[in-house]
């Protein structure tokens, strides 16, 4: 699922809007082993263009699992 998620944001990163719903999304399937690997790839590709979703979704993911 990582490598499927992986192509879909890359896919809609032309849309904040479909960005951020792709994301969530896919917060939902992948495994708790699989979501740091997964949040550094997302930081790497996205950072210059969504810095502020990334902290948004992936910051209500840690309140969450706290």
Known sequence: ???YVKIIL???????TLFEKELR????VLTPTE???FRDWC???FARIYRRVLK????S???AGN
């Open 56 to 59: 948004r979704v992936f910051g």
């Open 25 to 28: 999304k896919a917060l939902k």
């Open 61 to 63: 993911l840690e309140l």
């Open 10 to 16: 890359l896919k809609v990163s032309f849309s904040k």
């Open 43 to 45: 930081y790497q590709q």
């Open 35 to 37: 979501v740091p690997d």
């Open 1 to 3: 699922m990582l490598d």
